[in-house]
């Protein structure tokens, strides 16, 4: 009776466990484990698996980095996976080594298929020309991340909408600074500018916090505040964030996060190797930019691009659909009304074939009670006939014969009960005929 009990009792508490399994709400989004000190490749990953534009190029069969790239994108669906064999297929040898996340990226998207990394893709053309329009230099570069300088913050912030318009900006050429033209055959003034040839679909800016210091002859890092507008402007294009790569700590010590937009419910979530949490204060609640003194890289998604025309052919799907449920009931209601006026129709024709058959039998009636009639009065004149031939016989016997008084005084007892009963006979015929007559 003991053991009976305590089972029933595990029992209890198994099936009590598996039904707060059960209930326990699903977790958006998953972390990824660290090898020791690949939280740098982790950030990345993170910012990648955001990125649905590349999800579908990457095809298994052309490239390894492309299945294993996959796979932790199918894995981070449902749980917090490893990277061992990514890092196998990017040839990172030494997982404790910490690197450069921009570098880290930069190399994953070489390893992947052309066809993915193009969304990241994009060109600047350089152009050089002296005073009288002769072009004395021209060249265009692809580029994967655009680097913003961060020198002439001096510990300040730097606005980043204004580092990258400088990029653009035109540089002049002047005095000791001339340079030398084919075509002038001579040193002449020159400007020089930077136009971006072919935006990418995805903007990656990578603020240049690593650098040399040539006074002290090392490399620093900057700490200095950044604001990181949520919308950036380049020509007539228009690009919005979505992910950041941080970095927190110094140059030799440092650990890297990352901060990314759900696609699932919009809000802001920070990946920091396994762990996930939503942020507390979400960037641009308040305002359009977000004062940050960790962002590294800034990953920025172009308005109108294949995501958006995902979206928008969806939409246009979903209208299309609308459209033919709504011929499908507008047709259903035609054929429910042809079928209404059908049935009327066959109710008409059936009522109208009642009718008809109604006077068919009517007149049926009366051909039959027309024939019945002929057969009477054929049958009532033969009747006549017979006793006006009678009658014209009986007169004819009067005619040549005694009177019945002579008759009766002459002939015998036979002979009179004989006429007798003739003369009963024409008296039953005369009131036959008599009946008849009255009939008619």
Same mark, same amino acid.
């Given at each position: 009776?003991?053991?009976?009990?305590?089972?029933?009792?595990?029992?209890?508490?198994?099936?009590?466990?598996?039904?707060?399994?059960?209930?326990?709400?699903?977790?958006?989004?998953?972390?990824?484990? !660290?090898?020791?000190?690949?939280?740098?490749?982790?950030?990345?990953?993170?910012?990648?698996?955001?990125?649905?534009?590349?999800?579908?190029?990457?095809?298994?069969?052309?490239?390894?980095?492309?299945?294993?790239?996959? !796979?932790?994108?199918?894995?981070?669906?449902?749980?917090?996976?490893?990277?061992?064999?990514?890092?196998?297929?990017? +040839?990172?040898?030494?997982?404790?080594?910490?690197?450069?996340?921009?570098?880290?990226?930069?190399?994953?998207?070489?390893?992947?298929?052309? #066809?993915?990394?193009?969304?990241?893709?994009?060109?600047?053309?350089?152009?050089?020309?002296?005073?009288?329009?002769?072009?004395?230099?021209? %060249?265009?570069?692809?580029? /994967?991340?655009?680097?913003?300088?961060?020198? +002439?913050?001096?510990?300040?912030?730097?606005?980043?909408?204004?580092?990258?318009?400088?990029?653009?900006?035109?540089?002049?050429?002047?005095?000791?600074?001339?340079?030398?033209? !084919?075509?002038?055959?001579?040193?002449?003034?020159?400007?020089?500018?930077?136009?971006?040839?072919?935006?990418?679909?995805?903007?990656?800016?990578?603020?240049?916090?690593?650098?040399?210091?040539? @006074?002290?002859?090392?490399?620093?890092?900057?700490?200095?505040?950044?604001?990181?507008?949520?919308?950036?402007?380049?020509?007539?294009?228009?690009?919005?964030?979505?992910?950041?790569?941080?970095?927190?700590?110094?140059? #030799?010590?440092?650990?890297?996060?990352?901060?990314?937009?759900?696609?699932?419910?919009?809000? /802001?979530?920070?990946?920091? @190797?396994?762990?996930?949490?939503?942020?507390?204060?979400?960037?641009?609640?308040?305002?359009?930019?977000?004062?940050?003194?960790?962002?590294?890289?800034?990953?920025?998604?172009?308005?109108?691009?294949?995501?958006?025309?995902?979206?928008?052919?969806?939409?246009?799907?979903?209208?299309? %659909?609308?459209?033919?449920?709504?011929?499908?009931?507008?047709?259903?209601?035609?054929?429910?009304?042809?079928?209404?006026?059908?049935?009327?129709? =066959?109710?008409? %024709?059936?009522?109208?074939?009642?009718?008809?058959?109604?006077?068919? %039998?009517?007149?049926?009636?009366?051909?039959?009670?027309?024939?019945? @009639?002929?057969?009477?009065?054929?049958?009532?004149?033969?009747?006549?006939?017979?006793?006006?031939?009678?009658?014209?016989?009986?007169? =004819?016997? =009067? !005619?040549?014969?005694?009177?019945?008084?002579?008759?009766?005084?002459?002939?015998?007892?036979?002979?009179?009960?004989?006429?007798?009963?003739?003369?009963?006979?024409?008296?039953?015929? /005369?009131?036959?005929?008599?009946?008849?007559?009255?009939?008619?």
């Amino acid at each position: 009776m003991k053991n009976s009990g305590k089972r029933s009792l595990e029992d209890g508490r198994a099936a009590e466990r598996k039904k707060q399994k059960v209930t326990q709400p699903q977790k958006l989004h998953h972390g990824l484990y !660290n090898q020791g000190a690949t939280c740098y490749l982790n950030s990345v990953l993170q910012v990648l698996f955001t990125t649905t534009e590349i999800h579908d190029r990457l095809h298994p069969k052309s490239q390894v980095t492309n299945q294993e790239l996959r !796979n932790i994108f199918e894995k981070l669906e449902q749980r917090t996976c490893g990277t061992e064999n990514l890092t196998r297929s990017l +040839d990172i040898k030494n997982v404790n080594e910490q690197r450069d996340a921009a570098e880290c990226l930069e190399l994953i998207l070489r390893k992947i298929s052309p #066809r993915a990394s193009e969304v990241f893709l994009g060109e600047l053309r350089y152009t050089t020309k002296c005073s009288k329009g002769h072009s004395i230099n021209e %060249e265009t570069n692809p580029f /994967w991340t655009l680097p913003l300088s961060l020198k +002439d913050a001096h510990d300040t912030t730097l606005c980043v909408q204004r580092g990258l318009e400088s990029i653009f900006q035109t540089k002049s050429f002047r005095g000791d600074n001339m340079v030398y033209c !084919n075509e002038c055959k001579k040193k002449t003034e020159a400007t020089s500018g930077c136009e971006m040839v072919k935006s990418p679909q995805i903007l990656t800016l990578l603020l240049k916090r690593f650098d040399f210091d040539y @006074d002290t002859m090392s490399h620093v890092k900057s700490n200095c505040y950044v604001d990181v507008p949520h919308a950036l402007q380049i020509k007539n294009k228009t690009y919005k964030l979505y992910g950041m790569v941080n970095h927190m700590g110094s140059l #030799r010590g440092g650990h890297y996060t990352a901060t990314v937009l759900s696609n699932e419910d919009q809000t /802001w979530y920070e990946f920091d @190797d396994a762990h996930v949490k939503k942020v507390k204060e979400q960037p641009f609640a308040k305002s359009g930019t977000y004062n940050s003194s960790t962002a590294y890289l800034l990953v920025y998604r172009a308005s109108g691009s294949l995501r958006d025309k995902v979206k928008e052919r969806q939409g246009e799907i979903h209208h299309l %659909e609308e459209q033919r449920q709504y011929r499908l009931e507008h047709k259903r209601t035609f054929k429910e009304r042809d079928a209404d006026y059908k049935e009327i129709r =066959q109710n008409q %024709e059936s009522r109208g074939q009642t009718r008809k058959e109604r006077k068919k %039998e009517a007149l049926s009636h009366q051909v039959r009670g027309e024939e019945r @009639d002929e057969i009477r009065e054929m049958n009532v004149s033969t009747l006549n006939r017979n006793v006006i031939e009678e009658e014209a016989l009986l007169h =004819q016997n =009067q !005619n040549t014969s005694y009177s019945s008084k002579h008759l009766d005084s002459r002939t015998t007892p036979e002979e009179r009960t004989q006429r007798s009963k003739k003369e009963e006979g024409d008296e039953k015929g /005369w009131e036959l005929s008599t009946t008849l007559q009255e009939f008619n």
